[in-house]
């Protein structure tokens, strides 16, 4: 059955190394930690089995656009019941999917992490009932891992409070301790674990030394003469991004930068162009690239060190997708990573700011409880808003304090009715307290019913579904329950033991990522060993170690511009490229017409197999790897009708020419007047395009 859904939908012929087992496990109902490297499918070992049972599939993700482009592409193969929530939709938008949720016309949902910290959103969710909870880039749980978010260690009392479903966690770049740390932060029971090799034998990893800052650009400009575009060049700031862009394309190298500080419009067009091969190089800050289903990138450019080995493995696994040669190269600068060190160092949380922000949730206590906005929490503490989460956990699981569900700020309220019966004491009080039509804060009613907030909002939200009240939520607050008045003995050892143990790794990972670049021996083989992975492959003859390159820097010749405009370098032999260019331009009117991205409908790497194949029928189409039966049904019609057009047009060329030709003889020999029924024949078969040949043989008749 999984096969079959894997052929029908997701046009593949067979699973890759793990998948199928991470099925397996997962349809018999097991805990499930997946470690896949990046390209492996991960996604598929939650959609295949989304799609095969009847309850809801929570999938929790860290990036909009990955959230979006899964869904977006689901929909294109005809799976209407997928759906996101996120902060770009509009509330008429997001009421519209909770409600779809509630009807169990949803079955596989999408949420970002953050999304869960909502008390009622979560009983919704039981209530329409989970029966998979899927954590991606589940390395986010652990304090060890490169990419670590506070927000994923509240996934555990969600899973709870749905009622405890099987959880399936995936990632691309989990040492062996980091996985220990997913299985136990997630309170896994008895996982199934299933990790596959990291070795990606297309890949080629090189280390090249840009001693000065000026060498960096030659070096990219090298890399891409030997390995031509698409590919991804990877800087450290948003001024890098915009500075690197603008040499490259000084250089003859069309270039766009992409990072956090351009707004929403200017990013997804700078990726949609990247994705459909119109853009040939982005520059961009390390988030671009996450989970985007680019099979064609030739190259990853570190223009700095990375902060981290899996940091590393998973944004140089971005290139090659597709089993083609693909380079991997990183520009060592000594003076970056002392740039890295020193941001440690200045991030460093001191004790004294432990203690200060501390203070500071004492002095906004109410009830043993600090209820205050999310954004706001950092200022209150005098620290960043990342370091307040932290600070946040570490208290927590030092015992000084409990965060529960984030609460809502105010209400705007309206009774339906004035004298209900029949409510529990706590729901009884709160409807007593309500203040009539108008806005309250929580807290405040909270204060009058004489009850805690969440059993407050609690009251309300079941007031709401009783159609006893309409209430329309204003704003969050966090809820913090202090457990202790004073920040001292071995709740402060335990908290100050804690950031001291967060430094000492961000150094250790800095230090990792030194020793990588200065290696003597095989850097293939440093990696795989790195995740615990056995295999031998030294010399691997894709590293510069093994391959006995020497380090140089290249004069910086001038790059021959890179427009795009063509199909890949790597597009199929035998492809038709008028038929690509239909194709593409058919592509791009659908785009349009849906409001989608145009590689969210079909890959460049599809239409170049259609304009090779020439898929004669839906079934041939539908073969075409990635495409699946679902989505050539609904787009066969288009297609092969493209396919179709093209053909004809190649048969009507070669009828004409063969009345031509036979006109021609029978001209050469004198017998003009036989010529003519050809003549006429190859007008009508060849239109207009036969017309000028026509009137050259003519003229010859003439002169003849």
Not at 626 to 631: E, P, S
Request: hydrophobic fraction near 40%; proline fraction near 5%; glycine fraction near 8%.
């Amino acid at each position: 059955m999984p096969l079959k859904v894997l052929k029908e939908i997701f046009g593949f012929d067979s699973f890759k190394p793990g998948q199928e087992e991470a099925i397996r496990a997962v349809l018999d109902g097991r805990d499930t930690l997946a470690v896949m490297p990046t390209g492996g499918g991960k996604s598929l070992c939650y959609q295949i089995p989304a799609l095969m049972q009847e309850s809801l599939t929570v999938i929790v993700s860290p990036l909009i656009s990955l959230m979006k482009d899964q869904v977006d592409s689901l929909i294109q193969s005809s799976v209407a019941t997928a759906a996101t929530l996120h902060s770009g939709l509009s509330p008429e938008e997001r009421w519209e999917v909770e409600r779809r949720v509630g009807t169990g016309d949803i079955r596989m949902l999408y949420v970002a992490p953050e999304r869960l910290r909502s008390l009622e959103f979560v009983l919704s969710l039981r209530q329409a009932g989970v029966g998979l909870f899927v954590v991606d880039e589940a390395h986010c749980i652990s304090e060890w891992g490169h990419d670590f978010r506070p927000d994923y260690l509240f996934l555990p009392r969600v899973v709870r409070d749905l009622g405890s479903p099987p959880i399936l966690a995936l990632t691309a770049t989990a040492t062996p301790r980091v996985r220990e740390d997913i299985v136990r932060s997630l309170k896994m029971r008895s996982p199934e674990v299933v990790v596959t090799s990291f070795n990606r034998p297309n890949l080629t990893y090189r280390v090249l030394s840009a001693k000065e800052k000026k060498h960096k650009l030659p070096l990219i400009l090298d890399v891409i003469r030997r390995a031509p575009p698409p590919g991804i060049v990877y800087a450290t700031t948003r001024r890098e991004c915009e500075e690197l862009a603008a040499e490259l394309r000084r250089a003859g190298v069309e270039a766009a930068a992409y990072h956090a500080g351009m707004d929403a419009a200017e990013r997804s067009e700078v990726q949609e162009r990247f994705m459909t091969d119109e853009l040939p190089v982005v520059v961009a800050t390390i988030a671009f690239g996450m989970g985007v289903d680019k099979p064609n990138v030739r190259f990853v450019i570190h223009a700095s060190v990375p902060g981290s080995l899996p940091a590393y493995l998973q944004e140089s696994g971005r290139a090659g997708r597709d089993g083609e040669p693909a380079q991997c190269v990183v520009l060592y600068r000594s003076a970056d990573i002392g740039r890295r060190k020193r941001m440690v160092t200045l991030n460093t949380v001191g004790e004294g700011q432990v203690r200060s922000f501390f203070r500071s949730l004492v002095n906004a206590e109410r009830g043993g409880r600090v209820n205050v906005p999310p954004n706001s929490i950092g200022a209150l503490g005098g620290v960043s808003p990342d370091v307040a989460q932290i600070l946040l956990r570490s208290l927590e699981d030092s015992g000084l304090l409990s965060r529960g569900y984030d609460l809502w700020a105010a209400l705007e309220l309206r009774r339906i009715e004035e004298n209900p019966g029949g409510l529990r004491s706590e729901i009884s009080a709160v409807h007593a307290a309500l203040p009539g039509d108008g806005e309250i804060s929580l807290v405040e009613l909270a204060d009058r019913a004489e009850v805690r907030p969440v059993v407050a909002q609690s009251a309300v939200y079941r007031m709401m579904v009783e159609g006893l009240v309409e209430a329309i939520p204003r704003g969050s607050v966090i809820d913090v329950r202090l457990r202790e008045g004073n920040l001292n003995g071995g709740g402060q050892r335990r908290v100050f033991a804690r950031l001291k143990n967060r430094n000492r790794l961000a150094y250790a990972q800095l230090e990792g990522v030194e020793t990588y670049a200065s290696l003597k021996t095989c850097r293939r083989e440093h990696l795989l060993r790195h995740f615990g992975d056995t295999e031998d492959v030294a010399p691997c003859e894709g590293c510069d170690v093994c391959l006995g390159e020497r380090d140089v820097v290249p004069a910086g010749e001038p790059v021959t511009p890179q427009t795009g405009e063509a199909p890949t370098e790597t597009a199929r032999d035998g492809m038709d490229g008028e038929l690509f260019e239909r194709l593409r331009s058919w592509r791009g009117e659908q785009a349009r017409r849906q409001r989608v991205p145009a590689y969210v409908i079909l890959h460049n790497s599809h239409l170049e197999e259609i304009a090779a194949r020439k898929p004669q029928n839906i079934r041939e189409l539908g073969a075409i790897k990635g495409i699946g039966l679902r989505r050539a049904a609904r787009y066969g019609e288009d297609i092969l009708a493209l396919v179709r057009s093209e053909e004809d047009n190649v048969s009507t060329g070669a009828d004409y020419q063969k009345h031509l030709e036979a006109a021609g003889e029978l001209l050469r020999s004198g017998r003009g007047s036989d010529a003519v029924p050809e003549l006429v024949r190859a007008l009508e078969v060849g239109g207009e395009e036969a017309r000028r040949e026509v009137d050259a043989l003519l003229r010859f008749g003439d002169k003849g």
